[in-house]
């Protein structure tokens, strides 16, 4: 189905076909909104059965990322305020790595660590490689485990944790940082305003790109997308673009305070990618051929979304229907029922 039919099909369920009291502009907000609900709504019960795993399965997929051993990752970041990483922490976990999720990240599904094998050790052949699942780990677990012999983490038990670390210690805050190409670094907090003067056309840098002298700007108005170099808009989205994080997504993997024998080569991640952005324009609404953007979900994935999408309409003008709309379309029971 296209964004168009979609259009049509709201209109349809609210009984506004001619009289539409929705704006363009408001119905590309509510498609995309009606889009993420109905995403929440099916990874809370992803591969319950197979009809939730064919739900979202179009934004199922795999990273292959290369991690990098956090001590080395502080003392490389000349951005740092920390030039080692302290002792004890490097001594009491000294293998942990770190990586960074791909900018469509969304949920994730699982995680595997391949470890290369150093030496010969039990059943394992030094030069070979090995493979674990890796387990979440949350902030109340850590403190649990950390000194409990049969979780503690270690090479055939290791642990996938999502969060950042702020290494500036002169103030309380986590802020992202520029190289001179523009690119970011690490950090999830704006600091100070936007500085115009340091963007765009009085940049060096491509359009979009911050200064390494702008130490007073905040998230980047523009995205590089993966490897491609191609630089979109983080204010106005374009059609189709997929991203979700306005900074770096960091996760670490904890194995224990040894890396000698076991060392993280490769990690793989199975994720939800964040959906594509859905954008009508008015062109395509006047145009009678149907030239909008195809939705890249099954049709009846789309119908479930158009209930969604109906369910707030409804909703956002009062209309009485709302009680009897949720009964009268509900296709796809919840697997708990």
Not at 129 to 139: G, V
Request: glycine share 4%; net charge negative; charged share 20%.
């Amino acid at each position: 189905m296209t964004a168009k039919q979609i259009f049509e099909a709201m209109q349809t369920e609210c009984k506004k076909v001619n009289a539409p009291s929705l704006l363009l502009s408001e119905y590309n907000y509510y498609i995309n909104k009606a889009v993420n609900n109905y995403i929440n709504k099916r990874y809370n019960i992803y591969d319950i059965n197979q009809q939730t795993s064919d739900d979202i399965r179009v934004l199922k997929s795999t990273a292959i990322l290369i991690p990098k051993l956090q001590s080395d990752a502080i003392q490389n970041n000349p951005s740092s305020d920390l030039s080692v990483i302290h002792p004890i922490i490097s001594k009491l976990q000294g293998a942990t790595y770190e990586v960074d999720l791909p900018s469509d990240y969304l949920h994730l599904l699982n995680c595997t660590c391949y470890f290369e094998v150093t030496k010969n050790w039990k059943c394992y052949n030094g030069g070979s490689y090995a493979k674990f699942a890796a387990k979440r780990l949350t902030a109340d677990s850590w403190s649990t485990i950390i000194n409990d012999y049969f979780n503690r983490p270690t090479p055939e038990r290791p642990y996938y944790y999502i969060h950042n670390i702020n290494k500036n210690t002169t103030v309380p805050t986590n802020p992202v940082s520029w190289n001179s190409d523009g690119s970011q670094n690490d950090g999830t907090d704006m600091v100070g305003l936007y500085n115009v003067t340091n963007h765009g056309e009085n940049n060096s840098n491509s359009e979009g790109a911050y200064s390494a002298d702008d130490e007073n700007s905040n998230f980047a108005r523009t995205i590089t997308l993966g490897d491609s170099n191609i630089n979109v808009s983080t204010i106005e989205r374009a059609t189709a673009q997929r991203y979700g994080n306005a900074s770096n997504v960091r996760m670490e993997i904890r194995y224990g305070s040894d890396n000698s024998i076991f060392k993280l080569a490769v990690v793989s991640v199975d994720y939800i990618k964040t959906p594509q952005t859905i954008r009508l324009t008015q062109e395509q609404i006047d145009l009678t051929e149907d030239t909008s953007q195809i939705l890249e979900y099954p049709d009846y994935v789309c119908q479930e979304i158009i209930n969604e999408l109906s369910y707030l309409i409804m909703g956002q003008s009062g209309d009485p229907r709302l009680q009897t709309q949720v009964t009268l379309n509900q296709t796809i029971a919840n697997p708990a029922q």
